[in-house]
């Protein structure tokens, strides 16, 4: 596997599926890119008792879209820590990313490694460089009813979307890419709130005048 060990920045939030088709003629005049399908099965595994003491958690993705589904292997680690980060509206956390095959799921079972749950995301997804390479999804969190059946899987929440933006950083640059995400989240604010992982913010009540708008005039303005 090819290992990659690398900082992201990170915030997410939640709408209303009603509003999904405005965000995306909005990230549209955004970003200036097509958006992408997404469908991914995660799988999150908790490390057994025979693997110290430390509790470890890795999450398998399988990308269901391509033709050829292809695994990766992510392990979300720590948030940065020193003078001024826990103030800041986005979370610096560290991340290690291999890509692995197929047969991954089976070498963390042999390793001691227990299923914890499965989730489905299904959705869209735009990668783009503002400022920093950003990368915006938004998906409907399914959970399955049988023991990986994507086919069966439905939603955690009917009717609401998770929305999740992150870029990559390094303990030296991440206060630029924070910069960079915090401008972009601003143009976003009138259909959702985002903040960091964990920080419940709800949906936002200008969401239905800011999607009319949008819808009306198709979003033509590119920023």
């Not at 057994?48 to 680690?77: I, M, Y």
């Not at 227990?114 to 735009?126: M, P």
């Not at 005039?217 to 590119?222: L, Y």
Request: glycine content about 8%; overall charge negative.
């Amino acid at each position: 596997m090819g290992e990659v060990v690398k900082w992201e920045c990170v915030v997410q939030g939640i709408i209303e599926t009603q509003y999904v088709e405005a965000l995306e003629i909005l990230l549209q005049g955004l970003c200036g890119v097509n958006k992408e399908r997404l469908r991914v099965h995660e799988i999150c595994l908790k490390s057994g008792p025979n693997l110290g003491f430390v509790a470890s958690e890795v999450r398998l993705l399988c990308d269901l879209e391509q033709s050829e589904p292809t695994w990766t292997v992510k392990h979300v680690g720590g948030a940065l820590r020193g003078a001024g980060v826990e103030q800041i509206s986005v979370l610096v956390r560290s991340m290690v990313e291999s890509k692995a095959s197929k047969n991954v799921l089976r070498l963390f079972y042999a390793l001691g490694y227990k299923l914890d749950h499965e989730l489905l995301r299904v959705g869209i997804t735009f990668h783009f460089q503002r400022g920093a390479q950003i990368t915006v999804t938004v998906s409907s969190v399914n959970k399955m009813l049988k023991l990986h059946a994507t086919d069966e899987a439905v939603p955690v929440t009917p009717g609401i979307q998770l929305v999740e933006v992150t870029a990559p950083a390094t303990s030296e640059n991440y206060n630029e890419v924070v910069a960079a995400v915090s401008s972009f989240c601003e143009y976003l604010a009138p259909l959702l709130h985002l903040s960091k992982p964990g920080v419940s913010t709800g949906v936002v009540p200008t969401a239905a005048a800011a999607a009319a708008s949008l819808m009306s005039d198709g979003g033509g303005t590119t920023l």
